[in-house]
């Protein structure tokens, strides 16, 4: 079955023990938790002491996306607040190919395998994600190393973007090379998922759907969540 994981970011802070409870009771698989630092993308959102907090509010499995700069400093702090998945950006660690993408942005020598390896120790599941401009190629070999393969559908920082189409061939992609490895990783999409977008990328091969506005926007968020799950129509 399809999962779905509603992102507090879209949500109303003022009553976040409400708000975390009605998707709870809507039928949630996990929250998804966007930790940014304002450096490797444009927006701040908090750290792990808001982490802390959720993680005492719900039951649910929290789904930390860190897009922040040098994740391997604060692994443990996250793992400590709460993190049942911890998800890092292949674009704030080099490939295990390197050079790497080359993309703009001075990029860190940390090593891609070691920050994998540290999350898996502080017992967690291990997430990798790239964004929309970021090819799949140079990971494909290590797709099975991880629990989660996180694949942005906007370029990462706000809520409300546009859905990019064009990162659905990365999502067949991706679902094509863990069909042949025998690979157990779940492949999440996040970003302008909604009634329109939502069956095309499970068509594609989604695991698990990050959506915000979508859910938290809407009157009746149990309908929202079976809707998206594509057990009801549009």
Known sequence: MIKIAPSLLACNFSRLKEEIRSVEIGGAD???????????????????????????????????????????????RFVESGADYLTVHAETCPSVQPPFLGEGRGLSDKNLKDVISKI?????????????????NKFEKILGEVDLLLLMTVNPGFGGQKFIFSVISKIKRA???IAENSY????????????????????????????????????DRRREIERLRGKLGR
């Open 184 to 219: 157990k990783t779940m492949i999440e999409v996040d970003g302008g998922i909604n009634r329109i977008t939502a069956p095309k990328v499970i068509k594609a091969g989604a695991d698990i759907l990050v959506a915000g506005i979508a859910i938290f926007s809407a009157k």
């Open 120 to 136: 898996k120790s502080l017992g967690v599941k291990v997430g990798l994600s790239l964004n929309p401009s970021t090819s799949l």
């Open 30 to 76: 996990l929250l998804h938790l966007d930790v940014m630092d304002g450096h490797f993308v444009p927006n701040i959102t908090f750290g792990p002491m808001i982490v802390s907090a959720i993680n005492r509010l719900t039951k649910l499995p929290l789904d930390v996306h860190l897009m922040i700069e040098n994740p391997e400093k604060y692994l443990e």
């Open 175 to 177: 679902k094509l090379v």
